[in-house]
């Protein structure tokens, strides 16, 4: 039996840790395991290898090899994991891209890459606008390429005999700069991300993970590279609207559901929505719900334990530059409430001062991580890069700062307290709006909420959905919180604005407060 750390070795390539050995060693062991389902189809583990070495084939005939970036912008979809696999035998590094991106952002983007090639979801005009005159192709005529290809024996061998520490991977993240930023990813650190995080999370040979995350987000990407380790089945289901959510992953017989609070409050509703109008909820096959990228309130943890009673949560903190920092073990936070768990196997959780010295166990300070997963860097920007990847003053080793902030207990468990731009200075206190936003969502009614800083004014505003009394919730807050932490308003809202990700668009949501305010 192959073990997980043998999983990724590319025996084509003098023992190398390479991304498609992924599928290469899960077709080995489970040929005929369903490896990835969508709406239009299904694939084997030995059909999606097969699939990559004919998208393996294709690019080399259109000269994409080692270092070449290859765009990718297409809805949720087998081909997409095809691609991811297929470049990866090259040694093209891939460019996922989320198709809601505008215009005007994708060409900052696209030049920003510099893509050899790009593969396109087919009626996207805006993307092949954007290209300006680079090279592109629709996936649906790519498939209709790769038909010619099949049986042939071009689909077959020559991969690039690259080594552990070449790129793989560009994914653009957002951050305070205006500008694009790629976090670069060679094989070696995505396969031991991979391999960490699945110690953690223990996915299984007869799990079903249900992918509603795009894969331009690491989080969703991530999920193909899980179930490959563990030879699961992967599931997409991208076209189908929201209010059939808890349907398709029912139907589906998704066993585990990454989700961000977007998703889980779309769960908590149609669970609450179809209690009213038909009783009990139907089973769930649902063993595993994981969290990462924006914090679960605790009211709406607790919401989605009561709708999904049979399932387990799972809290993790990630940021794109290392993949993940910490995971907490299936409800661990009913025994160490707000914690997000502690450092992945093989790597190590800092919390330093201002100064960049280590402070005692409860105190705050700055997230600073070690270990094989701290990515390469950002794509053409030494500047930026040499800020976060910073060396170790004594040794020399490189560490990512985080720029989060946080603390340790006594026994290693990591608690955030928010983001660099979510701790702010008020009435003289640093105030993080992340434990401002466990006191709004503990307030009964409120189903999403935000809090955001206007600095003009000096002013917090918390954003809710839900049938909320503004003025009663300011009342119960004033309660809990001191006068530093006491929003001055509340808005209630429809929908708090979401980023392509699923996350909360702060950004926005802090132009539509002050638009507001004025």
Same mark, same amino acid.
């Given at each position: 039996?192959?073990?997980?750390?043998?999983?990724?070795?590319?025996?084509?390539?003098?023992?190398? +840790?390479?991304?498609?050995?992924?599928?290469?060693?899960?077709?080995?062991?489970?040929?005929?395991?369903?490896?990835?389902?969508?709406?239009?189809?299904?694939?084997?583990?030995?059909?999606?290898?097969?699939?990559?070495?004919?998208?393996?084939?294709?690019?080399?005939?259109?000269?994409?090899?080692?270092?070449?970036?290859?765009?990718?912008?297409?809805?949720?979809?087998?081909?997409?994991?095809?691609?991811?696999?297929?470049?990866?035998?090259?040694?093209?590094?891939?460019?996922?891209?989320?198709?809601?991106?505008?215009?005007?952002?994708?060409?900052?983007?696209?030049?920003?890459?510099?893509?050899?090639?790009?593969?396109?979801?087919?009626?996207?005009?805006?993307?092949?606008?954007?290209?300006?005159?680079?090279?592109?192709?629709? +996936?649906?005529?790519?498939?209709?390429?790769?038909?010619?290809?099949?049986?042939?024996?071009?689909?077959?061998?020559?991969?690039?005999?690259?080594?552990?520490?070449?790129?793989?991977?560009?994914?653009?993240?957002?951050?305070?700069?205006?500008?694009?930023?790629?976090?670069?990813?060679?094989?070696?650190?995505?396969?031991?991300? /991979?391999?960490?995080?699945?110690?953690?999370?223990?996915?299984?040979?007869?799990?079903?993970?249900?992918?509603?995350?795009?894969?331009?987000?690491?989080?969703?990407?991530?999920?193909?590279?899980?179930?490959?380790?563990?030879?699961?089945?992967?599931?997409?289901?991208? @076209?189908?609207?929201?209010?059939?959510?808890?349907?398709?992953?029912?139907?589906?017989?998704?066993?585990?559901?990454?989700?961000?609070?977007?998703?889980?409050?779309?769960?908590?509703?149609?669970?609450?929505?179809?209690?009213?109008?038909?009783?009990?909820?139907?089973? @769930?096959?649902?063993?595993?719900?994981?969290?990462?990228?924006?914090?679960?309130?605790?009211?709406?943890?607790?919401?989605?334990?009561?709708?999904?009673?049979?399932?387990?949560?799972?809290?993790?903190?990630?940021?794109?530059?290392?993949?993940?920092?910490?995971?907490?073990?299936?409800?661990?936070?009913?025994?160490?409430?707000?914690? +997000?768990?502690?450092?992945?196997?093989? /790597?190590?959780?800092?919390?330093?001062?201002?100064?960049?010295?280590?402070?005692?166990?409860?105190?705050?300070?700055?997230?600073?991580?070690?270990?094989?997963?701290?990515?390469?860097?950002?794509?053409?920007?030494?500047?930026?890069?040499?800020?976060?990847?910073?060396?170790?003053?004594?040794?020399?080793?490189?560490?990512?700062?985080?720029?989060?902030?946080?603390?340790?207990?006594?026994?290693?468990?990591?608690?955030?307290?928010?983001?660099?731009?979510?701790?702010?200075?008020?009435?003289?206190?640093?105030?993080?709006?992340?434990?401002?936003?466990?006191?709004?969502?503990?307030?009964?009614?409120?189903?999403?909420?935000?809090?955001?800083?206007?600095?003009?004014?000096?002013?917090?505003?918390?954003?809710?959905?839900?049938?909320?009394?503004?003025?009663?919730?300011?009342?119960?807050?004033?309660?809990?919180?001191?006068?530093?932490?006491?929003?001055?308003?509340?808005?209630?809202?429809?929908?708090?604005?979401?980023?392509?990700?699923?996350?909360?668009?702060?950004?926005?949501?802090?132009?539509?407060?002050?638009?507001?305010?004025?």
């Amino acid at each position: 039996m192959t073990s997980r750390g043998e999983a990724a070795s590319d025996r084509t390539g003098r023992g190398q +840790v390479r991304l498609h050995g992924l599928i290469d060693d899960a077709a080995r062991r489970r040929p005929e395991a369903v490896a990835v389902r969508d709406e239009r189809g299904v694939w084997s583990y030995a059909e999606l290898t097969a699939q990559s070495r004919r998208v393996a084939a294709w690019l080399r005939d259109r000269g994409v090899g080692r270092g070449d970036r290859l765009l990718l912008r297409t809805a949720n979809r087998r081909e997409q994991v095809a691609v991811i696999f297929g470049a990866s035998r090259v040694g093209a590094i891939v460019v996922p891209v989320h198709r809601d991106i505008k215009q005007f952002m994708l060409r900052d983007l696209i030049a920003d890459s510099d893509p050899v090639l790009s593969i396109l979801h087919d009626d996207d005009e805006d993307c092949w606008s954007a290209l300006d005159g680079r090279p592109g192709v629709g +996936v649906t005529r790519l498939w209709h390429e790769l038909d010619g290809l099949a049986g042939s024996s071009r689909a077959t061998g020559g991969e690039v005999a690259g080594i552990s520490c070449d790129p793989c991977l560009m994914i653009y993240t957002s951050g305070s700069t205006s500008r694009p930023k790629a976090v670069v990813s060679n094989h070696a650190q995505v396969v031991f991300a /991979t391999t960490a995080i699945a110690d953690r999370l223990g996915y299984r040979p007869d799990d079903v993970v249900f992918v509603r995350l795009p894969l331009s987000f690491d989080y969703g990407l991530y999920q193909v590279f899980l179930a490959a380790l563990s030879t699961a089945a992967l599931v997409f289901n991208d @076209s189908s609207p929201d209010f059939t959510l808890a349907r398709q992953i029912r139907d589906s017989g998704a066993t585990v559901v990454p989700l961000v609070p977007s998703i889980a409050a779309t769960l908590v509703k149609l669970a609450d929505r179809r209690r009213a109008a038909e009783g009990a909820e139907p089973p @769930s096959q649902v063993r595993l719900f994981t969290n990462t990228g924006s914090v679960l309130a605790p009211a709406l943890i607790a919401r989605l334990r009561a709708a999904y009673p049979a399932a387990s949560i799972c809290l993790m903190f990630g940021i794109t530059e290392c993949k993940r920092v910490s995971i907490l073990e299936p409800d661990g936070d009913l025994v160490r409430p707000g914690s +997000v768990g502690t450092a992945l196997p093989g /790597t190590e959780v800092l919390i330093l001062s201002e100064a960049g010295v280590p402070v005692p166990p409860g105190t705050v300070g700055e997230i600073v991580v070690r270990g094989p997963h701290v990515m390469t860097g950002y794509w053409q920007a030494p500047d930026l890069t040499a800020g976060r990847f910073r060396a170790e003053p004594r040794t020399g080793e490189r560490r990512l700062h985080t720029g989060d902030y946080g603390y340790l207990d006594d026994d290693g468990h990591l608690y955030f307290s928010g983001r660099r731009d979510d701790i702010v200075k008020r009435r003289g206190m640093r105030v993080s709006l992340t434990e401002i936003e466990s006191a709004v969502g503990a307030v009964p009614d409120v189903r999403e909420c935000a809090v955001v800083h206007q600095p003009e004014g000096d002013r917090l505003v918390a954003c809710v959905t839900g049938p909320v009394d503004p003025d009663d919730l300011i009342r119960r807050l004033a309660g809990w919180l001191d006068v530093a932490r006491l929003p001055d308003a509340c808005r209630v809202l429809a929908q708090l604005p979401m980023t392509p990700n699923g996350k909360i668009d702060r950004k926005a949501l802090l132009r539509m407060t002050e638009e507001a305010t004025a």
